[in-house]
């Protein structure tokens, strides 16, 4: 796992886009796994003004969403289709019948899971999944005590992430209950995986994820089992780590050939 730690929240964008952008040049039809939440936003902005002046292209490519709520219209503001549309996707050059998320309407819903991680393997699977990190260490929708070999699936949320949550909503009792989340194996699967956490309150999950013991209360913690995983934190969500000054060497000294 390499820990990335740049003073301000637009730095940490700015090293997301890189790797995103080398992540799209990586093959023809290259695949992007995108979240929501506060976490990306700064990143989605970077990428829009990127495809805007020239530099970056979404042509060939596809998006796949992390995770869905159950029991949204799909055009629902907060349903997290229209969140990526409304962020990124509407936004760029990149074909609408390539925004893919897992199919939360269907009335046989671990079919439709099933069908998703069909369609994940179909495209080539994922070359970059963005990640954010919940207040309990939660990435997508995997919550403490998820599997960290599971697959896509329905999962009941907290209360903890359903207040976290409730701020995008008129009220808590708006927020649902359940909803469709790669899995902790899922996420594992894509190529590059890279988990932007930013400001104080996630100094806490960011410690437990990177420093801590691998375990399901702190399902971000799997990334310590991922060949490829970057976590790139501005100072204040850099606080309770351990080695912050050894990251900081480590990148410093990074040779310019290895990437992201
Ligand atoms: C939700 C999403 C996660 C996201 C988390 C943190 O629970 N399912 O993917 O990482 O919120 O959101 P924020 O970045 O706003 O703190």
Redesign the pocket.
């Known amino acids: 796992m390499e820990v990335v730690i740049v003073p301000t929240v637009q730095d940490a964008a700015a090293v997301v886009v890189e790797a995103i952008t080398a992540a799209l040049h990586r093959r023809p039809a290259p695949v992007l796994g995108v ?6 936003l700064p990143t989605y902005r970077l990428l829009v003004t990127a495809v805007g002046a020239g530099r970056l292209s979404f042509a060939t490519a596809s998006a796949v969403l ?2 869905e709520y159950v029991g949204l219209p799909l055009d629902h503001p907060q349903s ?1 289709r229209t969140f990526i549309r409304t962020h990124l996707t509407d936004l760029v050059d990149l074909d609408p019948r390539r925004l893919h998320g897992p199919d939360v309407g269907a009335d046989d819903l671990p079919a439709a899971c099933a069908a998703y991680e069909q369609l994940l393997l179909e495209l080539g699977g994922v070359d970059l999944q963005l ?5 309990d260490g ?4 995997n919550e403490p005590s998820s599997s960290l070999t599971s697959r896509t699936r329905i999962k009941t ?1 907290t209360e903890q ?1 359903r207040r ?2 409730a701020r995008f909503f008129g009220a808590l009792g708006e927020v649902p209950r359940h ?1 469709v ?1 790669q899995g902790l194996g899922t996420i594992a699967a894509a190529r590059h995986a890279v988990l932007v ?1 930013t400001g104080a ?2 100094a806490g999950p960011v410690a437990a994820a990177v420093e801590g013991p691998l375990t399901a209360m702190c399902p971000a913690s799997v990334l310590q089992l991922h060949p490829h995983a970057t976590v790139v934190v501005d100072e204040p969500a850099a606080s309770g780590l351990r080695l912050a000054g050894y990251y900081r060497d480590v990148f410093a000294a990074k040779p310019a050939w290895q990437g992201l």
């Open positions: 979240a929501t939440g506060s976490s990306p992390l995770d997290y990640l954010g990190i919940g207040s939660h990435i997508g929708f949320l992430t976290d949550n909803v989340t956490a309150a996630k």
